[in-house]
């Protein structure tokens, strides 16, 4: 065995005369992840999920476990009717569409969940696609072409950032949720240019959120225009659940907001929803959109009934910030340092000294019963290694209790907490 654990390896296979192994760039990535597993420690993303029994419990390794790791925000995916509109689509219109939405691929269902959204948003424009990872990817390569700017918070997601390099736009960074940055680097692109300021309303790895209301405000000043990512706030933040740019009364102000269905949706797809009135050419030139095969109906028609109760749900949502400040009061009593100040989002990140620490008390938790992220670089900022909790509505109290005792016990056992 080598220091890595790996086997002594063999020389690169060539991939043709005088030519490398293309794979041979990920040894790096095998080595580091064979050594982990050589600790005796269960691979934090391989997880497998058993049996699901409702939205906060299923069965891993053989344990039932609170799962405190998803991102089912309002709990949807075990809802009655939810659950009844998909069996109806499956039965009456089949397992899948063989087609993109230009072709064959538009189902009744389609119609009907892109309605759902323009109620739920109260908008005249909403576009589906099947991720919302493919959302941000189609909607900022297709907005900003060729001599126009993306300016974008340096942590922003991945999808975000694909987006940009799908496209041909020039790309600005400006400081995480830093204001003054992001109007200093505004200022001093040309007056003239297209400019799409993307920002996110809430921040996945720490929880965090935007000050949406004063970036909104520096992009108008600069005449650009505003992409919101609301995927981790849509369902419960605003008085309808629109997301923070709706807390933030932005409502008119935010030219376009990009989402997702599997998080307070509770299945699968993106969208993006928008006033513009040329918002439906999108359709005729975004290519994630063209070229890829639409969703199940069995999918979009789960999704319209969830959007649907989504509109009414003000006890769900009431839960769901209750079970956020019960978590994040214990967690920060006990001494654990966590990503934010206080409860801005349904998102509880705890902060550990290193990845040693982060992956010991993320396998103590799991064989105690609770499941939650484990996440680092590149996925963090640099150097930060991090527990990330998500609440659901469907958490109990009782779930919440335990969830804190076995946080406080594992805790202790790291040393990351006296």
């Known amino acids: 065995m080598t220091e890595t654990g790996l086997q002594p390896e063999a020389p690169a296979p060539l991939a043709a005369e005088g030519g490398r192994d293309l794979m041979s760039k990920f040894d790096g990535l095998i080595a580091e992840r064979q050594a982990l597993i050589d600790t005796g420690v269960t691979d934090p993303f391989a997880i497998v999920m058993e049996q699901v029994k409702s939205p906060t419990e299923a069965v891993i390794a053989g344990r039932d ?70 959302a941000n990817l189609g909607m900022i390569s297709t907005l900003a072409g060729k001599g126009d700017y993306v300016i974008l918070d340096a942590d922003s997601h991945a999808s975000i950032y694909d987006g940009c390099k799908q496209g041909y736009a020039e790309i600005v960074r400006f400081r995480h949720n830093d204001v003054a940055d992001l109007d200093k680097r505004l200022g001093r692109l040309p007056k ?165 620490q982060a992956v010991a008390m993320w396998q103590g938790l799991l064989e105690a019963g609770v499941y939650v992220n484990m996440a680092r670089p590149p996925a963090t900022p640099a150097g930060t290694f991090l527990l990330r909790c998500s609440l659901c509505a469907e958490h109990s109290d009782a779930q919440i209790d335990t969830v804190l005792a076995k946080f406080e016990a594992a805790g202790r056992t790291v040393g990351a907490i006296g």
């Open 65 to 134: 476990t609170i799962l405190l790791g998803t991102y089912n925000y309002m709990g949807m995916t075990f809802d009655a009717d939810v659950l009844a509109a998909g069996h109806a689509a499956l039965d009456q219109f089949g397992s899948g569409t063989n087609g993109s939405r230009m072709l064959n691929g538009t189902f009744r269902d389609h119609m009907a969940v892109e309605q759902a959204l323009r109620d739920f948003y109260g908008v005249s424009g909403a576009i589906v696609f099947s991720t919302g990872y493919m």
């Open 192 to 356: 003239d240019a297209g400019k799409l300021v993307v920002l996110e309303g809430v921040y996945s790895m720490l929880g965090d959120i935007a000050p949406l209301k004063d970036m909104v405000a520096v992009a108008k000043k600069h005449g650009a225009m505003v992409l919101s990512d609301e995927a981790h706030s849509m369902g419960f933040f605003g008085p309808n659940g629109r997301g923070v740019y709706e807390d933030q009364g932005l409502e008119g102000e935010v030219d376009f907001v990009v989402g997702t269905f599997s998080k307070s949706v509770g299945t699968v797809g993106g969208f993006c929803v928008s006033n513009h009135p040329k918002f439906e050419a999108i359709r005729l030139a975004c290519r994630p959109y063209i070229f890829t095969a639409s969703l199940p109906p069995s999918v979009v028609a789960t999704a319209e009934a969830s959007i649907r109760k989504l509109m009414t749900a003000h006890a769900k949502r009431t839960q769901l910030w209750s079970n956020a400040r019960r978590l994040h009061g214990g967690l920060k009593a006990m001494g654990f340092r966590l990503g934010t100040e206080n409860p801005d989002s349904a998102i509880v990140a705890v902060i550990l000294d290193d990845q040693n």
